[in-house]
């Protein structure tokens, strides 16, 4: 047998040393070119509301050793599922959300991160499924199939009614303690039989109720500690029922009660004081100048100056607004009296409004002559529930230069007898102009509107929902839709002053998409506002040029208070 012989060398020791150190550098330059994992910095649990963009990206970088910043490549998703666009997101609903955060590295290793997102809902302040501030509530086992507007008419369609508390129509009212309130429903049945009327659940009435169209009246008298009351009237109509089945339809409800509760003859403020700093218990002045030039003051508090030291054109664009903060009700008769003297015998324009911009005006009369003692003013007026509101007056002088000066300002209230309102079950309503068409359907606080041709006008085709009030700041509401259409369609969204245009809390073009997406629009104009306001979505564009035969359908419409802070009242 061959054996391999074992050769063995002797290298001298600086050789080996050198040898040493070689194979050191070349392990230390493999350690050096290993790879490291991408960190992901600042993820954190996101607090947020309903229907609001949340930006998902926020304080949160992917960042690597190698690579540096890849935040722009980090990939993200939620759970359940919610769309990502640019890295917001917005959650249609209240919930717990999972959020989980990917990045990954050129060489291919990765981190991750799941954070909580928790997302509450809005206050609701009003839908369109609740017509005239009706809605349905059901109990036992009655099951809602129709519930709110339909087509026109407010549609009530229940299964599995056994007693009339099975299916209830309530409303809140404001009612006077001690006084009359009376409530007439115009409605339609398509069966007889005996309702139970109650307020905040406790029965006071039972009537019948008859098949075909009918109206139906009954009385309630509230009793309180508090000199007003808001309760809930229900009208119970699940006795109505044939075979378990209440098909029901109400038309409108007249609402007459007691005039505003103020004494017989009561001074609401026989002398005002006045300051500039909005102080309590005082008339707050503001100058308006515009073009002119002037001041509005006060020396001691007790009268109220308008300086015009240089005329404009027209008079309202020299002014002093006096915010009284009386608040003006419903069936009482109102006297507001002050002294007025002006250094020239100029005409002055004097204003007894609601509000300050978006105003109705009481009284508006032009007084001449009040040089030397000058005169005591008095004006009278009373309103109905559409124009309540805080009183304020405008002096105006400016196309003249003048020095007016107001004192001994008071108002003084007398009640009136019953007030009627008409409460008004409305529903979308569309309109078309200039040969063009579209039809409309409804139903469940929504609608449909189907478009033979798309206009290239804004107003040409145009759908408008039924009007609603606000009361306070816009910045206190956000309004929200889902919808989608059967071709990209631009539209423009905005919300004017019902019976006209201006003011106009918002004004937005959007594109609508074929895929069912949410819209969220925040009321920017910042208006003080207690009126009737309404949404109109038009749909005549340039962009939209050539379409033909689109549907529109447009859900879950909500107006909500924007967080659940304290609200402005400016």
């Avoid at 029965?203 to 009793?223: C, N, Q, S």
Wanted: aromatic content about 12%.
């Amino acid at each position: 047998m061959k054996r391999n012989k074992l050769k063995f060398v002797v290298m001298p020791f600086a050789a080996v040393a050198m040898m040493a150190a070689t194979l050191a550098g070349c392990a230390s330059d493999e350690a050096e070119t290993v790879n490291e994992a991408p960190e992901i910095d600042g993820a954190h649990e996101i607090e947020c509301l309903v229907n609001t963009r949340v930006d998902l990206l926020d304080g949160v970088a992917a960042l690597d050793a190698e690579d540096g910043d890849i935040t722009a490549d980090m990939k993200m998703s939620i759970r359940p599922s919610v769309g990502i666009q640019d890295g917001y997101a917005v959650f249609p609903e209240q919930g717990t959300y999972n959020l989980t955060y990917t990045a990954k590295d050129a060489q291919g290793l990765s981190a991750t991160e799941t954070v909580i997102i928790n997302v509450t809902d809005r206050e609701l302040y009003h839908d369109f499924v609740s017509a005239g501030g009706f809605s349905c509530q059901t109990g036992g086992n009655a099951q809602l199939e129709i519930y709110g507007p339909r087509d026109g008419i407010y549609r009530v369609k229940a299964t599995g009614a056994e007693v009339a508390e099975d299916v209830q129509l309530v409303r809140e009212f404001d009612l006077v303690s001690g006084g009359v309130h009376t409530f007439t429903y115009h409605y339609y049945s398509y069966s007889a039989g005996r309702v139970t009327l109650t307020a905040d659940g406790y029965p006071f009435a039972v009537a019948d109720i008859y098949k075909g169209e009918h109206y139906l009246t009954f009385e309630y008298v509230p009793y309180s500690e508090e000199a007003t009351v808001t309760s809930d009237i229900a009208m119970c109509i699940g006795g109505a029922a044939q075979d378990g089945v209440v098909n029901f339809m109400l038309f409108s409800v007249d609402f007459t009660y007691p005039g505003s509760m103020v004494e017989e003859g009561e001074q609401l403020s026989d002398s005002f004081a006045f300051s500039t700093e909005g102080d309590e218990n005082t008339a707050t002045l503001q100058g308006r100048f515009d073009g002119t030039e002037g001041t509005a003051v006060t020396e001691d508090g007790s009268s109220a100056t308008l300086n015009i030291t240089s005329a404009g054109d027209a008079a309202w664009r020299g002014g002093m607004f006096i915010n009284t903060g009386v608040n003006i009700l419903t069936g009482a008769t109102y006297t507001v009296s002050f002294d007025l003297v002006t250094a020239n015998a100029s005409p002055v324009s004097i204003s007894v409004q609601n509000n300050k911009w978006n105003e109705y005006k009481y009284a508006d009369r032009t007084e001449e002559n009040l040089t030397g003692g000058g005169r005591r003013l008095s004006y009278e007026f009373s309103t109905d529930s559409s124009h309540e509101g805080v009183l304020w007056l405008y002096i105006q002088s400016g196309n003249y230069v003048n020095t007016v000066t107001l004192s001994d300002l008071s108002v003084t209230a007398i009640p009136g007898g019953s007030v009627t309102e008409n409460i008004l079950l409305e529903d979308f309503t569309h309109s078309e102009k200039n040969g063009y068409t579209g039809s409309l359907s409804t139903a469940d606080g929504g609608f449909t509107y189907m478009l033979d041709e798309v206009s290239s006008k804004d107003d040409d085709q145009m759908v408008n929902s039924p009007r609603f009030k606000i009361s306070g700041s816009s910045k206190n509401y956000v309004v929200s839709f889902v919808a989608k259409a059967s071709a990209p369609v631009e539209i423009i969204f905005a919300s004017p002053k019902y019976g006209g245009w201006d003011p106009t809390w918002f004004w937005q073009r959007l594109t609508l998409s074929q895929e069912e997406q949410l819209y969220t629009v925040e009321f920017y104009n910042d208006i003080n506002s207690f009126d009737y306001y309404y949404l109109t979505w038009q749909f005549g564009s340039a962009a939209n040029s050539g379409l033909t035969d689109v549907k529109i359908e447009i859900t879950d419409i909500k107006i909500s208070l924007k967080t659940g802070e304290e609200l402005e009242n400016n």
